[in-house]
């Protein structure tokens, strides 16, 4: 991942990608990725149905196969679902035709039309070869830096605080190198989201 907001290069390298939604709607998008993990997923499910807030999940493919009752929790939730591949593979290290291939085995798990890359990049032939395969590219607006050991869940909720506005599409981790920072952050930001008077949607 890069730093808390994309940079300009990067929203011009993938011009059909969501970076952020509508300006002019005084709402957010959470997203969670490189689930399904039995630890740290279904705390997150129920701090949402807690504050009755729907997410959008980018799965990998892998955790998926290895823990199929914690992706039906998600599903039965109402949570929209998102690839983010099989092996949480970088772009940049893989051919074009791999990296599809590893695409398409997760999505024979996920079934969605939904594609986040791992680490926030992809070669161009793979980006093209994800939007001809018909999936929308989200990106996003505000990484919360969950994961980085150098943070603690201050920093991460001090973010959210920073740099969230209208139509942020705001990324955590549902992962175990997130989760400490996460059980300090995500109810933090939730309720301060809330006091804000955003709304909270999901993608279409």
Known sequence: MLIEQPSLFLRWLYPLAYWRMAHNDHAVYLTFDDGPIPEVTPWVLDVLDHYQVKATFFMVGDNVRKHP?????????????????????????????????????????????????????????QYIGVLQHHYKVIMW????????????????????????????????????????????????????????????????
């Open 69 to 125: 009752e914690t992706f039906e929790q998600v599903k039965a939730a109402g949570h929209r679902l998102g690839n983010h591949t099989f092996n949480h593979i970088g772009g940049l290290r893989h051919s074009v035709h791999k990296y599809m291939l590893n695409v398409e085995k997760a999505n024979a798990y996920i079934r969605t039309d939904l594609f986040r890359p791992p680490h926030g990049w992809m070669k161009w032939g």
């Open 141 to 204: 607006d505000l990484v919360t830096r969950d994961y980085s050991t150098r943070l603690n869940g201050r920093d991460v909720l001090r973010n959210v605080q920073r740099y969230t506005r209208n139509g942020s599409i705001i990324t955590f981790h549902d992962s175990l190198k997130s989760q400490d920072k996460l059980l300090y952050a995500l109810p933090r930001s939730i309720e301060w989201l809330q006091q804000q008077g955003y709304a909270f949607k999901v993608f279409d």
